[in-house]
Each structure stands twice: as structure tokens, then as C-alpha cells.
């Protein structure tokens, strides 16, 4: 658990330039990290915390509390998204958030991005209705790549999921995504392909979006797809595109150097940064955002891992392999 307690913000980070979501306020329902699965790929590091429990994992008025303090401004905003440090709908007044940020401001949309492994349960189904995109993974199909590729909690089926997630899709109007996460040499045989396809069809999600390494994951051998691989995907899931760029349309002002830094650790304790997620995200200029970002390091505050396509800054606290 990290010292959140120091931060100004607890709960609500960003806003996050997201690949697909444009510039996304996020909001982290969960102790780092505490998630039904510890996927190989995790961004935000090894779960500690692997759990079926749905409770109030961190106090909701709280949560409102931080949500009013960025959104009663009326900032410009793409998305509110639940993400962060584990799987949203494990905690339980999720759809009380989602109702209330509706009722409260209006004006944004809000998107849950999901590991899809709760939705047999009616009342997880129940809480994401009213959400405006849910997007949800399904990596694998056979139990065997479920196992090696997400490491769930026992007791939890790749079946059992895609049966939720059709169910979901008969009450759900919203826009439904599904992501499907591509890990050479664990999801790539052409029968687990070919059985993804097959559940993505039953699900018939409004989208279909094909993901890969981007940033540090929890296993350091984890590697990302090459092009030829994205397309045998690409082949047998027609619809399916890979994740965009940045399309973020604007960001909340450039914030004096204390609160640059608070918001870099609120980052990093979500997933690894670079230096140009900080300038589009924050509103500073490239030479502010190192000249920061390596202070931090230097303090021991941060970390950084080398990767193809360039330094990505880390909170030196979460468990990574490597
Ligand atoms: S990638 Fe998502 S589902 Fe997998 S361990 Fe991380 S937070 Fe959980």
C-alpha cells in the first residue's frame, strides 16, 4: 500500500491521456492492487491483493467528495473512467457512482474499463447498466491460457465470464468494447484464436479492440505482438482494430511544480508514465516535465525502465518481475 495519504487526491488522478479514451479523468476505486486476476501484463504491477470480496474497498463519500472538487469546474474533459489500481467492479457502490455522477454533472460520459470476470453476478450487471461505455477484456478463451495469461482467483472460468458478458449485453445500451490483450507465445495458437472469435461473436460488442505491451508490465518476459501476429487476429475477428493514439482535447492547466509532482506520483502509482504523457497530460513543456520527472528519480521517488519505445517513469514501490 502506498502512502496515498500524503497526496491531495486519493481517489480521482489524471486526467490520463488515454489511447482510446482521449483525456480521461480516472477514478480509482480500489487499494493498490487489489484485482480478481494478476494478469502477466499489468500495468499496474503484481496484484497483491487477488480477491472475489465486492465491498466498499475505499469510502464512497469520500470518492464523491474528490469527484466534486475537479468536476464542479466544469474542466474539459473526453471520459470519467473507473480504472487504476485493480478491477472497479469489485467495489460495490460502483453503480451508485455512476448514477451520481450522472445526476450530478451531466455533461460527462462515463466509462468503466473492466476485467469482465464479475458479470455472471445480476447485481455487477445491475451496477454497469447505466454506464455510457463499459470495456471489458476477454484474453482468453481455453482455461489453460486463462490460467497462465490472467491468473485468476480460483473458482473463476473463462465460460462463466463470457456467459456474463452476454448477459450483460442483452440489458445493456451503452457502448460495449471488448479488448482483447495479445501476449505472444500465451494467447497466439490458432485454437485459442480461433475460440476467442467464436466468444467475441456471442458477445456482439460495439467494438473490438486488439491491445499489446506498451508499457513496463508486471513480467519483465512479457513481450509485445509484432504486426503479423495482430493480424491472424485481425484475420479471424474482422471488426477488430488495434488500440489508437492520443486524442485528448485539452487538460486541466499547467499546475505549479508541488502539485506537478503530486500528480506525477498519483500517476505512477496507476501505470508507468513518459515524459510526453506528462506534457499532454499536465499542460507543461517538455523541459519542465524532465526536469521534474528526473528530480524525482533522483530522490528516489521514481523509477525508470528503459523500453523500445523509450523511458517510462515508475513507482518504485510496486512489485514488477525484472
Ligand atoms: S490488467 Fe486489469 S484485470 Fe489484469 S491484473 Fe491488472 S488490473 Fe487486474
Not at 447485481?123 to 451496477?127: A, H, K, T
Not at 473463462?158 to 465470464?161: F, G, N, S, T, V
Not at 501505470?271 to 506534457?279: A, G, S
Given at each position: 500500500m502506498h502512502?496515498?495519504?500524503?497526496?491531495?487526491?486519493?481517489?480521482?488522478?489524471?486526467?490520463?491521456?488515454?489511447?482510446r479514451?482521449?483525456?480521461s479523468l480516472g477514478v480509482d476505486l480500489l487499494p493498490a492492487k487489489t484485482c480478481t486476476l494478476d494478469c502477466i501484463y499489468c500495468e499496474s504491477g503484481r496484484t497483491t491483493r487477488r480477491t472475489l470480496v465486492?465491498?466498499?474497498?475505499?469510502?464512497?463519500d469520500a470518492v464523491i467528495a474528490e469527484l466534486a472538487r475537479v468536476l464542479d469546474s466544469g474542466p474539459l474533459l473526453d471520459s470519467v473512467t473507473f480504472s487504476g489500481s485493480g478491477e472497479p467492479t469489485l467495489h460495490s457502490d460502483i453503480g451508485y457512482l455512476i448514477d451520481t455522477i450522472h445526476r450530478r454533472w451531466p455533461g460527462y460520459g462515463v466509462t468503466v474499463l473492466t476485467n469482465g470476470t464479475l458479470f455472471w453476478q445480476e447485481?455487477?450487471?445491475?451496477?454497469l447498466r447505466h454506464a455510457d461505455r463499459v470495456i471489458a477484456n476477454y484474453d482468453a478463451a481455453s482455461q489453460e491460457v486463462f490460467d497462465a495469461l490472467n491468473r485468476p482467483y480460483p473458482g473463476l472460468f473463462?465460460?462463466?465470464?463470457l456467459e456474463g458478458l452476454v448477459a450483460f449485453r442483452e440489458i445493456f445500451t451503452g457502448e460495449l468494447w471488448v479488448e482483447i490483450f495479445v501476449v505472444p507465445g500465451v494467447n497466439d495458437k490458432d485454437r485459442e484464436i480461433e475460440a476467442i472469435a467464436e466468444a467475441v461473436a456471442k458477445i456482439r460488442p460495439d467494438r473490438v479492440q486488439l491491445n499489446t505491451l506498451d508499457r513496463p508490465g508486471a513480467e519483465s518476459w512479457v513481450q509485445p505482438a509484432m504486426d503479423a501476429l495482430m493480424q491472424r487476429f485481425r484475420d479471424r475477428i474482422a471488426a477488430a482494430e488495434a488500440v489508437g493514439g492520443v486524442r485528448g482535447r485539452g487538460s486541466l492547466g499547467p499546475p505549479d511544480d508541488g502539485t506537478l509532482e503530486k500528480k506525477i506520483e498519483a500517476l505512477v502509482l496507476r501505470?508507468?508514465?513518459?515524459?510526453?504523457?506528462?506534457?499532454r497530460t499536465q499542460g507543461v513543456d517538455?523541459?519542465?516535465?524532465?526536469?521534474?520527472?528526473k528530480g524525482m528519480c533522483f530522490a528516489g521517488r521514481l523509477g525508470v525502465q528503459r523500453m523500445d519505445r523509450g523511458d517510462f517513469y515508475t513507482c518504485p514501490e510496486t512489485s514488477r518481475s525484472g
Open positions: 502512502n496515498r495519504e500524503a497526496k491531495d487526491f486519493q481517489y480521482v488522478f489524471g486526467p490520463v491521456a488515454s489511447r479514451l482521449g483525456l465486492r465491498k466498499a474497498w475505499v469510502p464512497t447485481e455487477v450487471r445491475e451496477d473463462p465460460d462463466r465470464m501505470r508507468p508514465v513518459t515524459v510526453e504523457d506528462v506534457v517538455r523541459d519542465q516535465a524532465e526536469r521534474v520527472l
